[in-house]
């Protein structure tokens, strides 16, 4: 099993920045991929970016230039660093840590709230 915290949410006006946290503990070794999704009031989940283990990222083509995904496979945590953030970003922000048989594992999710 892999469990998995995410942290650094908060409030924040439009054009601020914010980075987030997420830690992964348990069977680590089994993880290939990890990334960050997010789910507005009323939406669907969806895809803000990933990274593999190897460091290959991609990113919803919204927060492309704006966000950055970034990984320490040594100590197993993965981090977005938001910037220019605009009221459109708010969502509750989650961490996915995945295994090659596509098993999955979810955080809690951590509140981003961007003010005008």
């Known amino acids: 099993q892999v469990q998995v915290v995410e942290s650094g949410g908060g409030l924040v006006q439009a054009g601020g920045s914010l980075r987030l946290s997420c830690a992964a503990s348990g069977s680590t070794y089994l993880i290939s991929n990890m990334g960050w999704y997010r789910q507005a009031p009323g939406n669907q989940r969806e895809l803000v970016a990933s990274i593999t283990r190897g460091g290959s990222t991609k990113y919803a083509d919204s927060v492309k230039g704006r966000f950055t995904i970034s990984r320490d496979n040594a100590n197993n945590m993965v981090y977005l660093q938001m910037n220019n953030l605009k009221p459109e970003d708010t969502s509750v922000y989650y961490c996915?840590?995945?295994?090659?048989?596509?098993?999955?594992?979810w955080g809690q999710g951590t509140q981003v709230t961007v003010s005008s």
């Open positions: 996915i840590a995945v295994r090659p048989s596509g098993t999955d594992f």
